[in-house]
């Protein structure tokens, strides 16, 4: 992957969430182009099974850890065996969650409501308490989070997925405020379309051409966008700064 250089990223270890496709494998990559040892998270077995070979046929240092990362047991059995594999976990990156397809508040039933949250928020707490104490110990860590331009403006996503991301955002900042002291930077993403598979599938040429004329700088979000932000957030370039969101949307966020 053709991404910046931050050598001072080499020899750490990262556990990316939502590492199977999309922002996350992206992620994934550039951070082991920075020889950086990643462990990458999943649903889809054999999709975080391609993120791994990938990255170990050029060169990197990748493992696979599959799981269900709203479940408490399985955040536990995944984060001891990136310990066993590689050693501590040094940056953390829980982007999992879902897509926020729109769906009416008046036809959001609780379960979806409630699944939202768990996949969108709760996943994201999970994975940082069971890294806290290690990262407290080592006085060290850089904790990336993921929420949304939906989370930072009214916009078409579901009420429940909107809630969650801005929860994110909230998280983050409660999250940087206690735990600096202990030389820890939480920092957030949050970033508006970027292109992905589904709308490839789903969207026509013309409609992504519409899309992009949308956006102040006249083009659609890429996945590497977003991992050259995270590269920045994990690195000692970004040593002076925590508690932030960072608005990846191409000019239409603009606070």
């Known amino acids: 992957m053709n991404c910046t250089s931050h050598p001072d990223l080499a020899g750490k270890v990262a556990l990316v969430t939502?590492?199977?496709?999309?922002?996350?494998?992206?992620?994934?990559?550039?951070?082991?182009?920075?020889?950086?040892?990643?462990a990458v998270n999943g649903r889809d077995t054999d999709a975080v099974d391609r993120v791994v070979r990938r990255i170990n046929d050029d060169g990197g240092r990748a493992m696979a850890v599959p799981g269900d990362v709203t479940d408490v047991d399985v955040v536990r059995r995944i984060c001891a065996d990136v310990e066993a594999g590689?050693?501590?976990?040094?940056?953390?990156?829980?982007?999992?969650?879902?897509?926020?397809?729109?769906?009416?508040?008046?036809?959001l039933d609780a379960d979806r409501w409630r699944s939202t949250l768990e996949s969108d928020l709760t996943s994201v707490f999970l994975a940082v308490r069971e890294v806290l104490t290690g990262m407290i110990e080592r006085r060290s860590g850089a904790i990336i989070t993921m929420a949304s331009a939906a989370g930072r403006h009214p916009s078409r996503a579901s009420a429940a997925y909107a809630a969650a991301k801005a929860g994110v955002?909230?998280?983050?900042?409660?999250?940087?405020?206690?735990?600096?002291?202990?030389?820890?930077?939480?920092?957030?993403l949050a970033p508006s379309a970027v292109l992905n598979d589904r709308?490839?599938?789903?969207?026509?040429?013309?409609?992504?051409?519409?899309?992009?004329?949308?956006?102040?700088?006249?083009?659609?979000g890429r996945p590497e966008d977003v991992a050259e932000a995270v590269l920045f957030l994990a690195s000692g370039s970004a040593s002076w700064i925590t508690g932030v969101t960072l608005d990846l949307t191409g000019g239409r966020v603009i606070v």
């Open 199 to 220: 709308m490839q599938q789903f969207m026509t040429a013309e409609q992504l051409d519409e899309l992009a004329g949308s956006f102040p700088l006249g083009r659609i």
């Open 18 to 38: 939502g590492g199977s496709r999309g922002i996350g494998a992206a992620t994934c990559d550039a951070l082991a182009a920075n020889g950086v040892s990643v």
């Open 86 to 107: 590689f050693g501590p976990i040094d940056i953390l990156a829980p982007f999992a969650g879902g897509q926020g397809q729109p769906v009416p508040t008046q036809e």
């Open 169 to 188: 955002v909230m998280f983050t900042k409660h999250l940087a405020n206690e735990v600096g002291r202990h030389g820890i930077r939480v920092n957030c």
